[in-house]
């Protein structure tokens, strides 16, 4: 298996609502990722797992809430989000550390009313 | 994030013609530089990458430089055609994109 697997695709939730976001890999990669891509921009890390730990926390705002409950699982829980939160969340799994290229999800497509 | 500069933002070439897009970089640690290519409406995927104890490598028609005294790198892509048009993105110290090259290949 080479891919990356996230669900659901499209995804549109009110300012007051609870959803989560997931990510499936089984390539064995002990790294896993979320990004955040806005229109003709390129994608912005938010959270950085390795060997499910999380190494590295881009001053995300805490209404975004990741966890990764085992090595092959990443999911991103959402709460209380904001318009301007709208985007196209990309999972993404590598080799840990400078190990190798990602391997990105096809994403989830987040519209917050 | 770190810094990286990508250049051009926009390049518009005949099919068959080659394109070139570099990335500047401001920090040395990095060992790991790979390139990305995003199609409208589609997950980036990573085409080619080099590391720092290699000047050049090629796959095909793209290939990809390192100048580490320079601090930066390029992505070739040779006789061009019309499915290479996407979004470029290089890619620093692991986690960090560039800005983005939108290549168009005009038939």
């Known amino acids: 298996d080479t891919e990356v697997t996230q669900t659901p695709k499209h995804l549109v939730m009110g300012m007051t609502n609870k959803k989560s976001l997931k990510c499936e890999q089984h390539m064995g990669h002990r790294a896993m990722y979320w990004y955040k891509q806005k229109a003709k921009k390129p994608p912005e890390l938010m959270f950085v797992y390795s060997y499910e730990k999380l190494s590295i926390n881009e001053s995300v705002p805490s209404r975004f809430s990741p966890e990764c409950p085992n090595s092959s699982l990443l999911n991103l829980h959402l709460h209380a989000l904001q318009p301007e939160d709208s985007a196209l969340y990309l999972c993404a799994s590598s080799r840990p550390g400078q190990g190798g290229g990602y391997t990105f999800g096809s994403g989830t497509r987040l519209t917050v009313v | ?107």
């Open chain 2, 1 to 107: 994030g770190e810094n990286v500069e990508q250049h051009p933002s926009t390049l518009s070439v005949q099919e068959g013609d080659s394109a070139v897009i570099k990335c500047t970089y401001s920090d040395s640690a990095s060992n790991y530089f790979p390139w990305y290519k995003q199609e409208l409406g589609k997950r980036p995927q990573l085409i080619i990458d080099i590391r720092s104890n290699v000047g050049e490598k090629k796959d095909q028609r793209i290939a990809v430089t390192l100048n580490k005294t320079a601090k930066h790198f390029s992505l070739h892509i040779t006789e061009t055609q019309p499915e290479d048009s996407a979004v470029y993105f290089c890619a620093f110290n692991q986690f960090y994109f560039g800005t983005g090259t939108s290549l168009t290949v005009i038939p």
